[in-house]
């Protein structure tokens, strides 16, 4: 019972098109990982953007 109603939080949360919704998610998080990676290598202060994938 709480997975159902766990499952129809998300789904309520993600909207009309939660497969569209997800990958464009996944397509932030892959971006900002990028930009994680440049950041490390330049000594970069990279908190916000970790901040930013552990909310998504």
């Given at each position: 019972m709480k997975y159902e109603a766990?499952?129809?939080e998300?789904?309520?949360m993600l909207g009309?098109?939660?497969a569209t919704?997800?990958?464009d998610i996944n397509q932030e998080i892959a971006?900002?990982?990028k930009d994680i990676l440049?950041?490390?290598k330049a000594h970069w202060d990279v908190t916000e953007l970790a901040e930013?994938?552990?909310e998504l």
């Open positions: 766990i499952s129809n998300v789904m309520n009309e098109n939660p919704e997800l990958e971006d900002l990982q440049v950041g490390v930013r994938v552990h």
